[in-house]
């Protein structure tokens, strides 16, 4: 074990292996009563009461005081600005990742389509973009221009008509950061409150605050719980848990890369989960050797060490296919591939995020740069949900005209299911076509 965090080791030949990995991978994304209650109530007031109760919990929580909330919206002019005084360096940055993830989620749209059958009956899909999207960016200790473009951009190639965004601002402390990348990703209007006050008044609207058709962001457990009473009033991206990374390696890779891999994923918070899944059990010693080592050199060491301590690992496997069967069971946030010939193993994958190939490939790419959304699954939804995109962003209306002749044929049928499960008019409805 390290001097410096006591990791969890199993060994998937352990007659109990199952239950330890189990034990390693429970978490539970529901939030305790006191958090329900606040936000039950924090709903309701903004429902009743619109502006004046986003101005009072403002005041309470962000400690930012204003007579309206038309006060709160950041005008275009200061976007801009925002943009025009970053770094050099910083803009372009921004503006390439930018570009980049624009150019990946336009191969995501979907066209509408249509066929027509042998009697002139005409079926098909209509997709539209959503008319109004709510973006919720977290606001205070931290700045997360990357969850802006992230959001923001494949909300715009789908053809949203308006994005709405809000982010708190504590002390009315705004982060150049994030209202540039706002600027750079094409956000219409963005109006600094936060919390669960934020959600409601994106849900339900207010005098001042349109409501949205979608709400989409990361945010804690108030934003989360608030995001989940307001669903099916509005659509939600997903209930996201903390940030998870695996990677598979091969033990060729330099420990000191599958060390900070994993501590890239444990500097989020003390939840996050890190774990190498490996054959080689002296690969394994060497990269908890240079977790020991590396550890110290880093800002956010007491996060890192809190997360790796309680939900980290490192397993040993009997082989390469043995490992890809673990990762399709944790079904990951964020995987690499860390081995000589990952397109060989990449079938054997069925349930991750996202995918990352190779030894070069380290996942912070793709938190930022590489072009796919960095906003994913968790909690072992990987199973049967995907990465935010486009089609997030766009509705499927189906298409059906049938001609004179079609009715004729379908009618029949459809007469015959109708008065099956008792559905009288249902019957009649499509016989009177018949005749």
């Not at 502006?51 to 400690?63: I, N, P, S």
């Not at 600005?81 to 803009?91: G, S």
């Not at 070069?360 to 995907?386: I, K, M, Q, W």
């Amino acid at each position: 074990m390290s001097q410096y965090l006591p990791i969890t080791r199993l060994d998937s030949a352990a007659p109990d292996f199952s239950q330890q990995l189990d034990r390693l991978l429970a978490f539970s994304v529901e939030t305790d009563s006191a958090v329900q209650f606040a936000v039950a109530e924090i709903l309701a007031a903004v429902r009743s009461r619109g502006d004046a109760a986003v101005l009072e919990y403002t005041a309470r929580f962000d400690r930012l005081q204003a007579t309206s909330v038309a006060e709160l919206e950041i005008p275009a002019e200061r976007l801009a600005a925002a943009r025009q005084a970053l770094p050099l360096r910083i803009e372009r940055a921004l503006t390439t990742a930018a570009e980049r993830i624009r150019r990946y989620h336009e191969h995501q749209l979907t066209q509408s389509w249509t066929y027509t059958e042998a009697d002139g009956t005409l079926l098909g899909q209509q997709v539209t973009p959503l008319d109004r999207v709510g973006l919720y960016v977290p606001g205070g200790k931290a700045a997360y221009p990357s969850s802006v473009l992230m959001n923001a951009i494949p909300a715009k190639v789908a053809g949203v008509r308006e994005l709405i965004m809000v982010v708190p601002t504590p002390d009315g402390v705004q982060n150049d950061l994030v209202l540039a990348a706002a600027a750079i990703a094409g956000v219409d209007r963005v109006f600094t409150i936060g919390g669960a006050q934020a959600v409601a008044a994106l849900a339900y609207g207010t005098e001042t605050v349109p409501q949205v058709d979608k709400i989409v962001g990361p945010g804690n457990a108030y934003v989360a719980e608030a995001k989940r009473r307001v669903f099916g009033v509005v659509g939600i991206d997903m209930i996201a848990g903390p940030s998870e990374i695996l990677v598979i390696c091969d033990g060729q890779t330099n420990p000191e890369w599958i060390a900070m891999d994993l501590f890239s994923q444990a500097e989020h918070d003390e939840l996050a989960q890190s774990i190498l899944v490996s054959p080689d059990a002296a690969f394994l010693d060497a990269v908890e050797a240079a977790i020991a080592r590396l550890l110290p050199t880093l800002p956010r060491q007491a996060v890192i060490a809190q997360s790796l301590a309680t939900r980290g690992g490192l397993i040993r496997c009997r082989d390469l296919a043995e490992a890809a069967a673990i990762a399709n069971r944790i079904a990951p946030e964020h995987l690499e591939l860390s081995v000589e010939d990952p397109q060989a193993l990449l079938p054997s994958i069925r349930h991750a995020g996202a995918i990352f190939l190779g030894r070069y490939t380290c996942e912070a790419l793709g938190d930022y740069c590489a072009g796919p959304n960095h906003v994913l699954p968790t909690a072992r939804t990987a199973r049967f949900s995907s990465p935010l995109g486009v089609y997030d962003f766009q509705k499927r209306s189906s298409l059906i005209q049938v001609s004179r002749e079609g009715a004729r044929t379908l009618g029949e049928l459809a007469a015959a299911l109708a008065y099956g499960e008792g559905l009288q008019a249902h019957g009649r409805s499509a016989e009177y076509r018949i005749e």
